[in-house]
């Protein structure tokens, strides 16, 4: 991967038109000619290192932005898309195509994903044909959790503007400080804040301007409730420029992207980008002594984590999940290259399903994903209390990982043994679109193969797979 070449035309088109530069005129500055210039910004030919350090010397980029990340998201969805049974086999498109569609192309690909998506809508509203039949809202639209969950996916899930906002509102003497801090602004606003039934946990009335939290919730829950409170009242214009900025095509996915803002102000808070990314490098990112540092949870730590991807300053990238006991993903994230299956369940083979069966533990291990990237990886169960005898436990398991070769930053990967490859687990992405042949664990063919099937012979799987597609 080390002598990979960059082709990052789309990221230098962009930068070029953020700076309002003519292709004369940046190609001059970046010491290359205009022909030179057009073709990589066309992708005809990779991004030199001449032109990477001219980047950052005369712009203060940060080079790390022309990462191909966007453009990997994009190929795995579409492979994964195109798993649809909806599609032949033998009508697969080559996996260059893909990456040269996702890089040239991006607005392409994204509506096609956005294509695929509708028509998944229609196939599962055909399934139903009681509930849908004569309804006027029949027409096709983009799920408004999909699209909330897709514009985080494509932001890095980093929010620079958000994030600055909380880091400036919180100081660095502790969880009891931005307790106190949160009280006195909501104070300031009008707002009473105050213990209300096990059943709501958090309740806010505007016309007597009195914010509820839960009596059951713990500390952390309880700092968090406060600070997404205020974000709605205090920092309503910034998050209404945020989602300005998104152009949802729902009022419900731009109600539902509210909330995810003011969940992401509430977490930033609660652990500054500063202080947290240098107490994550100093601890060695141990999640219970960053809990205890900033008065969060472990799955508060975790999900901050895999948002420090601040240009200039970026911590480990890290992918982030939460998982329910059906295996189905209700948090997803990825700042590394290992994407998860937009529709369906996770890998069985990862550790985070494991977790259920240990709670209270953290689980390591060592995976191995199709294209040979590996990665550590933690999990642990963090099953939500149910506040009183006889209310519904939520359980859930989260997993936080890594590119194998950040290990050495994170305290839980000490004394693994990284040099074997027996030492590192085979997972995927999804069934359907997983290379192995030899998973015992697999679940459907995967589309891109031939099968062959043997009367005589059944082994783990009851088919055998090619390995030509």
């Keep these: 991967m080390a002598n990979q070449k960059l082709y990052a035309g789309v990221k230098l088109r962009e930068t070029r038109n953020r700076l309002g530069l003519t292709q004369k005129d940046f190609a001059a500055k970046l010491g290359v000619s205009l022909p030179y210039l057009n073709q990589m910004e066309n992708n005809n030919r990779p991004v ?34 195109l798993a649809d049974p909806v599609f032949a086999e033998d009508a ?13 192309a991006p607005m392409l690909a994204r509506a096609f994903l956005d294509l695929h998506r509708a028509y998944r809508q229609m196939h599962e509203r ?18 408004p959790w999909e699209e909330v969950r897709d514009f985080f996916h494509y932001c890095d899930n980093y929010i620079d ?23 006195e602004a ?6 009473r804040v105050a213990a209300g039934p096990a059943d709501t946990l958090r309740g806010y009335d505007p016309e007597a301007k009195r914010l509820t939290i839960a009596a059951s919730a713990d500390g952390p829950t309880r700092r968090f409730q406060m600070l997404h409170q205020l974000a709605l009242l205090q920092q309503g214009a910034l998050l209404d420029a945020t989602l300005d900025f998104a152009r949802f095509q729902t009022d419900e996915a731009r109600a539902i992207a509210r909330i995810g803002l003011a969940n992401y102000f509430a977490g930033a808070a609660l652990m500054p ?3 947290f990314l240098q107490a994550a490098q100093d601890t060695r990112h141990d999640l219970e002594r960053l809990a205890r540092r900033f008065g969060a949870s472990i799955e508060q730590v975790a999900h901050r984590l895999s948002t420090l991807q601040r240009p200039g300053a970026k911590g480990v990238p890290f992918f982030f999940v939460r998982v329910d006991q059906a295996g189905t993903i209700t948090k997803r994230h990825s700042a590394t290259r290992l994407q998860f299956a937009r529709f369906g369940g996770a890998c069985p083979l990862w550790n985070v399903h ?34 009183a005898w006889g209310a519904p436990v939520r359980r859930f398991a989260i997993g936080l990982g890594c590119e194998v070769q950040h290990a050495p930053q994170i305290v839980y990967a000490d004394g693994m043994d990284h040099g074997h490859r027996s030492a590192f687990a085979p997972i995927g992405i999804s069934c359907r679109i997983c290379e192995r042949a030899d998973c015992h664990q697999r679940s459907v063919p995967p589309l891109e193969r031939k099968l062959s099937v043997d009367h005589n012979r059944h082994a ?7 390995d030509q597609g």
């Design 48 to 81: 030199s290192t001449g032109v990477v350090l001219a980047l950052a010397q005369e712009f203060g980029f940060d080079v790390t932005e022309l990462s191909t990340g966007d453009a990997e998201r994009v190929v795995t969805d579409m492979r994964e898309a």
């Design 92 to 104: 697969q498109p080559p996996l260059a195509d893909l990456r040269l569609a996702a890089s040239n």
């Design 126 to 143: 055909l399934a139903s044909l009681d509930e849908a039949l004569g309804r006027a809202d029949a027409h096709i639209q983009p799920s």
């Design 161 to 183: 503007a958000v994030d600055h906002a909380a880091e400036r509102f919180a100081t660095e003497d502790g969880p009891a400080d931005i307790e106190h801090r949160a009280d």
């Design 186 to 191: 909501l104070a300031m606003l009008g707002v």
């Design 273 to 275: 980008y500063g202080p």
């Design 354 to 387: 494991s977790a259920f069966e240990t709670p209270g533990q953290f689980l390591r291990q060592l995976a191995e994903t199709p294209d040979g990237v590996r990665f550590f990886c933690l999990a642990r169960d963090v099953s939500k209390p149910a506040g």
């Design 460 to 466: 783990t799987l009851p088919y055998a797979i090619s």
